[in-house]
């Protein structure tokens, strides 16, 4: 069997459960992580053949896509603002969305007195370690604390860290607990992509998604969907250094509550849309006096 014949084959497999478009990136991927053969090479080399060792491989991985298995978790590896990280299934695999909040994060402190400065950064969330570990990449003098409830998550988001090079100060934390307060610092910049799914969208998602990746990073109860925001700003008001900020990913759905929010606790507010048109993102400052 050919490199070509093998991708046309996992390629009519796919069809059963994603689009063509998505059927053909998943397929992409998977033979050149088996083969190392990119989209190019079996145009140019028609007749590169797929020894046994790999035929097994890519029968593996086929039964386990089929299986609803994310690509990204039987990879072992997903892409995200131009770097390869390890995840699993104790992290959410990360979204391209989320570089749009970590390019508002940058753009913002690079026109702030913080370029000059050791900025203080905390990443509420590690999941594989994505944000705090970009931040890092682009800001070197920043010092980025990250905190995540999930143990495994943070042995992830260690592993990321030490793989691309970027030292993360990871600690093991249900932020939730504003007992657990006391442990955290006072920051210029405060980040997060909480939980913000309620758990009657479930119905309107993908099985791969409801399946696969951990519910305690995806879904929040109907009653209390904002939960995380309250609790961010609340601690805002005693952990952001002055003129600090807070950037959160948020609910497409639910823009103007989250901004109801920390509009209520005092803060002044920024909503940004995706490259999508959806309302994504959110800045908050305390107002001064």
Known sequence: ?????????LLLQLYTLY???????????????????????????KTLAVDELQQKV???????????????YVLKEAWFYGMKFYVDRNVLIPRPETEELIEWVIEEIRNTKYEIQNVELLDIGTGSGCIPISLKKKLSSANISSVDISEAAIAVAKKNAVALNAEINFIDLDFLDENNWKDLSVYDIIVSNPPYIKQSEQVNMSQHVISQEPHLALFVADDDALLFYKKIALFGKKHLNPNGKIFV???????????????QMEYQIVLKKDLQGKDRMLMAELKTT
């Not at 890519?58 to 990204?72: A, C, G, Y």
């Not at 990913?249 to 509009?263: L, P, R, S």
């Open 249 to 263: 990913e948020i609910n497409e759905k639910a823009g103007k509550e989250t901004e109801d929010v920390f509009i």
């Open 1 to 9: 069997m050919t490199v070509k014949e093998a991708y046309q084959q």
């Open 19 to 45: 689009d063509d478009r998505e059927a053909a990136n998943i397929a992409d991927l998977v033979i050149e992580h088996v083969t190392g053969q990119r989209k190019i090479d079996r145009i140019i080399f």
């Open 58 to 72: 890519l029968e593996n991985i086929s039964s386990q896509l089929l299986s609803h298995v994310p690509v990204q």
